[in-house]
Structure formats: structure tokens, C-alpha cells
């Protein structure tokens, strides 16, 4: 194998199978995320020591940092990125097919299969803050059950983001909202915006299920539904056959553009990030995914 550093999250799925990681990729370096944001600094740093593989070993938080790193950090070739889901929640992988099971994901990374090129998203908000994306982002309800989701306790692991899903739609409204898809502009009552690079989000639901992580374009879902089409419609996401549906516009583009009328929150990857206005853009074949 090339240089590998594995990034992990220890605390991830409770700590369990750290210890099993480690055996079996005794030859890698491993740099352990203490702190929120941190992963973020460990990835860069291991593309700027020209580390061969960057390994994200934990839930889609972690690898949300790792992504972030690797594409901050502009010295040296990008590293091939692999993941290692051990969190509670890591629907990165459900799109590629990559496996949950541990050692099954090791024989992956250890295989001389070749890595593929993938999309990532840039999204810029709260007056020119920048974050970069690897799965999906949301504006809108969605952003406001990962909030919710973050507070609830981690033993319900997937099933939190239903949970929460269950206790903000009551509370939501709708926000006035002018979103731009490319140079097309829809002025609406926005329930919520998904921007998709991968297909899987929120415990296993199927959100994007026609999302092409490698066509250098988002999957775009303008949501317009009542709060009745949601309680209707839950059960169909995790199949993925909510789509198509009467109130949601679907599109495909490079860049989306959203204001909210009073501002909604934004997330991406399970992270809430900041509030709208904001500008997402897609950065074609920008990650080199094992998987």
C-alpha cells in the first residue's frame, strides 16, 4: 500500500472497533480527531505531508471534516480518500456501496481496486463564509431536524434523525424563498431544498435516489409540500420513491443560489452550518473515493 493516515473519530459507534482497526491496518499512521473541527486540520496536514490515502473512520461527521481538509489544503496531489464507517450515522457509503461491515471495508482499502472520481460541493453563506460537502446539503426542514437531531441522545443511533424528523415538523413553517438552479429561478413557499451529490441521508433515507455522485452536477429537489405531504411521504424516502411528487421540483445544475424570507438554517453532511442567503457549488471529479 501507498502512505496511508487513518483519521478517526474514537468516540465514534461508542469506540467499538477501534482497537480491530488498528490490527488490521497496522502499517498505516493513525492521527485521532480530539475535538470538533479537528479532523479538519489532521486532513490537511496529511495532504500537505503528501500522505497516498486518507482514511475517514467514523460517521459522516468525520468524514465531512476529512473532505473539508483535503480540499482546503491546496499543496501536493490530492490523496485518495477511504472510509471506514464506524459512527452511529455514515450514509457517504451507502452510495458507493462501500461496506459497513469493518474488516469487509479493510480488504476494500487494501485492494488493488482503482479509486474513482468523484463530486464534491462548495456551499458560501453568512457573508462569505466557505464550506465544502461530500453527500448532501439541505436548506430548509432538513436542516432544522439535524439540529434537532444533534441534542437527542446517541444510543438511538440512525433512528435519531426520525426522532427528530417527528418532533420539528409541528413547529415548522415555510419560508418565502427565491431559489436559482443555474440561471433558472423559482420563487416559492420553501418547505425544503435538497442539493445531492449521493443519494443516501438522514439514517438510510433514500433522499436523491437518482443523485450521479460522478456527473459533475447536483441533484436539486425544490420541496413545496404541506406538513401532511411529509407525514405521507416518511415512509416512501427511505425507499426512495417519494419522487416524483406534484410538490417537488426536480432539477440538475452546477450551482444553486437561495434566499429565505426570514432566513432558514443550512446544513451540510448532518452539520448545521450557518443561514442563508447562500450559494452552492458543485466541484466536479474534485475527490479520488476508493470504493
Request: hydrophobic residues 45%; neutral net charge.
Amino acid at each position: 500500500m501507498t502512505s496511508v493516515r487513518v483519521i478517526v473519530n474514537p468516540k465514534a459507534g461508542r469506540g467499538r472497533g477501534f482497537a480491530e482497526l488498528k490490527a488490521a491496518l497496522g502499517e498505516a499512521s493513525f492521527a485521532e480527531t480530539t475535538a470538533r473541527g479537528h479532523g479538519v486540520d489532521l486532513a490537511a496536514a496529511a495532504r500537505h505531508e503528501g500522505i497516498g490515502m486518507v482514511i475517514a473512520a467514523g460517521g459522516d461527521g468525520t468524514v465531512h471534516e476529512v473532505v473539508n481538509g483535503l480540499l482546503a489544503e491546496q499543496t501536493g496531489q490530492m490523496p485518495v480518500l477511504g472510509v471506514v464507517p464506524l459512527g452511529s450515522g455514515c450514509d457517504y457509503v451507502k452510495t458507493f456501496g462501500i461496506p459497513s461491515d469493518l474488516s469487509a471495508a479493510v480488504a476494500l482499502l487494501t485492494s488493488e481496486k482503482e479509486p474513482i472520481a468523484v463530486d464534491a460541493g462548495e456551499v458560501t453563506f453568512d457573508g462569505g463564509r466557505r464550506r465544502f460537502f461530500a453527500n448532501i446539503a439541505e436548506v430548509g426542514i432538513g436542516p432544522e431536524v439535524v439540529d434537532h437531531a444533534s441534542r437527542l441522545p446517541r444510543f438511538l443511533g440512525p433512528a435519531m434523525y426520525f426522532v427528530a424528523f417527528c418532533l420539528t415538523l409541528p413547529r415548522f413553517k415555510q419560508r418565502t424563498a427565491t431559489v436559482a438552479v443555474d440561471e433558472r429561478k423559482h420563487d416559492v413557499q420553501l418547505t425544503n431544498l435538497v442539493i445531492a451529490i449521493g443519494q443516501v441521508f438522514g439514517g438510510g433515507m433514500r433522499v436523491a435516489p437518482k443523485a450521479d455522485p460522478s456527473d459533475g452536477l447536483f441533484d436539486v429537489q425544490i420541496q413545496t409540500g404541506s406538513k401532511t405531504d411529509y407525514v405521507v411521504g416518511i415512509p416512501k424516502v427511505y425507499k426512495g420513491t417519494h419522487i416524483p411528487h406534484p410538490r417537488v421540483l426536480e432539477d440538475r445544475a452546477a450551482t444553486v443560489s437561495v434566499r429565505c424570507e426570514p432566513a432558514a438554517l443550512i446544513e451540510a453532511d448532518g452539520e448545521v452550518l450557518g443561514n442563508t442567503p447562500a450559494t452552492f457549488r458543485v466541484i466536479p471529479g474534485a475527490l479520488r473515493l476508493k470504493a
